[in-house]
Nanobody, 122 residues
Framework: QVQLVESGGGLVQAGSSLRLSCVASGGTFSSYAMGWFRQAPGKEREFVAAITWSVRSGSRTYYADSVKGRFTISRDNAKNTVYLQMNTLKPEDTAVYYC????????????WGQGTQVTVSS
């Protein structure tokens, strides 16, 4: 069983920055693909960013087009933590942000955090 706890959300003005954190407990964190997703009111949950890690390749990152160049995902395997650095925030980034872990298989995510609210005012 893997538990994920997000933190770092808040209310900020457009153009500001926030860093979200997600701490994982249980299992072998370094072997998990980790992702960030978000869900705005009245909208479907959408992919934001993901990161994998291997001894051979190190970290590989993936981003939604809407956040590319503004958001950076990273991980600290020693701290069982994945981060989402969000810069130049826009009102359309307002959503509940969820951390997710892929533990089994090569696709989909198996465990989810409870979410953290990010609100960007114009």
């Amino acid at each position: 069983q893997v538990q994920l706890v997000e933190s770092g959300g808040g209310l900020v003005q457009a153009g500001s920055s926030l860093r979200l954190s997600c701490v994982a407990s249980g299992g072998t964190f370094s072997s998990y693909a980790m992702g960030w997703f978000r869900q705005a009111p009245g909208k479907e949950r959408e992919f934001v960013a993901a990161i994998t890690w291997s001894v051979r390749s190190g970290s590989r990152t993936y981003y939604a087009d809407s956040v590319k160049g503004r958001f950076t995902i990273s991980r600290d395997n020693a701290k069982n933590t994945v981060y989402l650095q969000m810069n130049t925030l826009k009102p359309e980034d307002t959503a509940v942000y969820y951390c997710a872990a892929r533990v089994y298989g090569d696709s989909g995510y198996d465990y989810w955090g409870q979410g953290t609210q990010v609100t960007v005012s114009s």
